[in-house]
């Protein structure tokens, strides 16, 4: 497994986790007084606000999982093209 992917599973995975605990605290919630209308708006709107950055996180993994498919398929290419050599410098 390339340092790449490892790299990425470790992120996806950390990133994951901390949006799981986050969804978990909005659904969750606190408990206290009844809800007013007021307040059950409000909830909805901080629910939303949570699961947005949610939705969005999965989007940015699945581009990067994509992204990193197509580098390692170019890798291969890339390997038998002649080494960039550097001017050395005075």
Do not use: C, H, K, N
């Not at 989007?59 to 398929?73: D, G, I, P």
């Amino acid at each position: 497994m390339s340092a790449e992917r490892v790299l990425f599973w470790i992120s996806a995975v950390v990133a994951m986790a901390a949006e799981l605990f986050i969804l978990r605290s909005a659904f969750l919630g606190r408990s206290g007084p009844a809800r007013t209308d007021a307040s059950t708006a409000r909830r909805a709107v901080e629910i939303a606000w949570t699961v947005l950055p949610a939705v969005a996180l999965v989007v940015v993994l699945l581009f990067t999982w994509r992204a990193l498919q197509r580098y390692e398929a170019a890798m291969p290419a890339l390997a038998d093209q002649a080494p960039v050599s550097l001017p050395a410098s005075s």
